[in-house]
């Protein structure tokens, strides 16, 4: 299975900009790339996912690079209810979800 | 909808009991899966399921059964339950495999 890496924490302001990175240079090119989140005692949530294009919905936006050995999660204005455990994770035809370690996002009042 | 239930919320077990973690939802969802998330790490999948009547394993198979019966319904089974199976379980639905899933709120298990 392909693998992601994603930094362990980061903290910011409320309603600031949050720019989550995930490189995935061993991605294939039938690999989507989806973000979900995890705040605390609850189950994952689906953020986004994208496969080639830059994505938006109402939660985010995701910028893939050119060659999609990397891309970057975007919360445009970060809320208290933002704080939790974001997933950068893989999926190939197999359909299944590999969860790494993630990464805690922090955001200061 | 009441989207992906999972019951019970919490449970203990003694070494080397049985029982079984219901999971149902009620988006018509074709696939269906089972992960553990032990303490500080992220999920992992147990087994899953496209469709009624077909179940595959995941990364962590051992001590855990499925069934799929209904498109609704997808049960794990403890066959015997031991200290390393402590963890909670989250079962999750999607309309199809490479679309967002849904996860259930969790069932907190305990084994002593």
């Known amino acids: 299975d392909a693998k992601t890496t994603q930094p362990n924490s980061m903290e910011s302001n409320e309603e600031e900009p949050v720019h989550l990175p995930c490189n995935h240079s061993?991605?294939?090119?039938?690999?989507?790339i989806h973000w979900y989140r995890q705040l605390p005692s609850q189950g994952p949530e689906y953020v986004i996912h994208?496969?080639?294009s830059n994505v938006n919905n109402r939660m985010a936006s995701l910028a893939i690079a050119e060659d999609r050995k990397s891309s970057t999660l975007i919360l445009h204005r970060a809320t208290l209810r933002d704080a939790a455990v974001y997933y950068c994770i893989l999926m190939s035809n197999d359909y299944k979800l590999s969860f790494g370690a993630g990464t805690t996002v922090t955001v200061r009042a | 909808n009441a989207g992906v239930t999972q019951t019970p919320k919490f449970q203990v077990l003694k070494t080397g009991q049985s029982m079984t973690l219901q999971c149902a939802q009620d988006?018509?969802?074709?696939?269906m899966s089972w992960y553990r998330q032990d303490p500080g790490m992220g999920l992992r999948l147990i087994h899953y399921?496209?469709?009624?009547?077909?179940?595959d394993q995941g990364e962590v198979p051992n001590g855990y059964n499925v069934s799929r019966s209904t498109t609704e319904d997808f049960p794990l089974r403890l066959l015997s339950a031991a200290p390393s199976q402590t963890s909670v379980y989250f079962c999750?639905?999607?309309?199809?495999?490479?679309?967002?899933?849904?996860f259930g709120p969790g069932t907190r298990l305990t084994v002593t």
């Open positions: 399921s496209v469709g009624a009547g077909i179940t």
């Open positions: 061993t991605i294939s090119g039938t690999d989507y």
């Open positions: 988006m018509n969802h074709e696939y």
């Open positions: 994208g496969l080639t």
């Open positions: 999750a639905s999607s309309y199809a495999g490479l679309y967002e899933q849904y």
